[in-house]
Nanobody
Framework: QVHLVESGGGLVQAGGSLRLSCEAS????????MGWFRQAPGKEREFVAG????????LVADSMKGRFTISRDNAKNMVYLQMNSLKPEDTAVYYC????????????????????WGQGTQVTVSS
């Protein structure tokens, strides 16, 4: 089992940047494929980015490609989401998630496949 805690959210102006962090405790983070998701009020949860257990394979959703970057440091049990050129439509609660079933190179985009979730961190982008 793993416990996930997100941090780094906040209020930022459009065009600004934020770096979200997800700290894992319990089982080593290298056991899990990791992902970031977001959910805006009145909208469904949305895949943002995923990273394989090894960290060699990453995937960012098309609408965020070129602006968001996912990375991980297994030695520190940390996963990060660097968000640049933020837009008001990026406003949402951002969640990190862990999937134990992925191989060293799998990136999991389906939220239903993830086993553990953090409590979320609010990101608000003002226009």
């Amino acid at each position: 089992q793993v416990h996930l805690v997100e941090s780094g959210g906040g209020l930022v102006q459009a065009g600004g940047s934020l770096r979200l962090s997800c700290e894992a405790s319990g089982r080593p983070l290298s056991s899990y494929a990791m992902g970031w998701f977001r959910q805006a009020p009145g909208k469904e949860r949305e895949f943002v980015a995923g990273i394989s257990r090894s960290g060699r394979i990453t995937l960012v959703a098309d609408s965020m490609k070129g602006r968001f970057t996912i990375s991980r440091d297994n030695a520190k049990n940390m996963v990060y989401l660097q968000m640049n050129s933020l837009k008001p439509e990026d406003t949402a609660v951002y969640y990190c998630a862990a999937d134990i079933s992925g191989s060293m190179v799998d990136v999991i985009t389906n939220g239903y496949e993830y086993d553990y979730w953090g409590q979320g961190t609010q990101v608000t982008v003002s226009s």
